[in-house]
């Protein structure tokens, strides 16, 4: 079943022309994938609720060194190329992900100039391979484009995610199953050029299609596009489910699906941003303001990072007027409060030793070592309050790398995340 696929140029996604009951009418003939799918997750049920239960037993408890977490995603943007780097460059990102969509074969070799100069800069790229309905229906086509990109790109990425938010039909995917026919031929390909894998990159809180997939496709990192946009901020909770207890599930559908142990990438995230029209990926409810998104960034950074159970964050993206870093329809850019938020993250945190969590008074509060440094990361959920920390502060330093100053012996902690430093 094809339709016409139709680009969303501003909202960097397709448009969903697949009708509602054409939808339900191929769902409902194959529904025999599905009793496939249930009897997958019922064979792993009861060790993924035990490895669950483990993990939210020490959530946030146990130390867990940093390394370089932090990524952002970024796409060529033709002369301003070069503002793409120094921006990555002056945040301290130095790992990326670039999309390269299988419709653009043609023009792989402008995703090639453009990779090469984030390598110049030594900033890492994943590439992640997009797909269209068009490449499940001509698999001879898509695994072209698979040796092309794998043999011409091999040297200048270190991984290759295969796919993109496939469980959504706009996508081009219509069933796990299709999915696994596209991602199959990635495994003898990559052998061949001496490259790894990364994937399912599937979309949301829908953790049940991970075990049939792992199953079925080696990948060297097991990614998600983690959204948790719709509840707003990163500490709330859908149907019981906060991003912490996502995480934690994530984690052990991945570990009880696989006889070994794989790095967990996040390989997307973001919050769409309110009043930008028809460059948003999803207006309404979950469009937030400017200082909203600089909030949550920091604290869904802090909250999945500090769990040790995710390796690694791509925010997506640094450039896009509906959710990005930074607002290209201004001149210049614009960048926004979510740039600098992140920029003072990576330079506090990369590198650094999470220690603990301690929750009192209202306030969530996330204790690091980094090198002759011990600090907290804090913020509320809601609204301010006034707390004596364990030891005397020495200085604080606001969510963006401004100082501030301490007045008495306690520190008013807010909804905006803050450096608090004891030496």
Known sequence: MAFPFEWNEFADQPHNVAPRRERFRYHLKHAGGYIDLLACNLSVALSVLRRYRQYMRTFHQKPVELGKPFAVSCAPAGEKNEEIVESLRAAGIQQTLVRLPSWEREKLSLYEAFIRLLRSAEIDVVAALLQ?????????????????????????????????????????????????????????????????????AVIDFEFHLYPSVLKAVAFDKVSSLLYVDRTGAPENAQFGWTTAKKVALWKAVVDC???????????????????????????GKPSVT?????????????????????????????????????D???????????????????????????????????????????????????????????YRFFQTPKHVIGRDGEEKKIAGEKIRIEERPQYVFFS
């Open 328 to 386: 290209s329809r201004e001149k210049p850019w614009r960048k926004r409060p979510s740039y600098f938020a992140l920029a003072n993250m990576v330079r506090r945190l990369e590198g650094s030793q999470f220690m603990g969590r301690v929750q009192e008074a209202g306030a969530e509060i996330f204790l690091f070592r980094k090198g002759g440094d011990e600090f907290a990361v804090c913020w509320t959920r809601k609204g301010a309050v006034d």
């Open 290 to 326: 400017e200082e909203e998104q600089a909030n949550y960034l920091v604290r869904y950074f802090v909250i999945c990072l500090a769990s040790g159970l995710v390796e690694r964050i791509y925010w997506w993206q640094l450039v896009a007027p509906g959710y990005g870093l930074i």
């Open 257 to 283: 699906s696989l006889d070994e142990a794989r790095d967990c990438w996040i390989t997307e995230v973001n919050w769409p941003l309110q009043g930008t029209g028809i460059f948003s990926p999803a207006p």
């Open 132 to 200: 269209r309905r068009e490449d499940v229906l001509r698999p001879a086509s898509w695994e072209g484009f698979l040796e092309d990109v794998f043999s011409g790109f091999s040297r200048l990425c270190s991984f290759f995610e295969i796919g993109h938010a496939w469980n959504r039909t706009k996508w081009g995917v219509w069933n796990h199953k299709e999915y696994i026919r596209l991602a199959q031929p990635a495994v003898p390909l990559a052998g061949k050029h001496g490259v790894g894998l990364v994937g399912p």
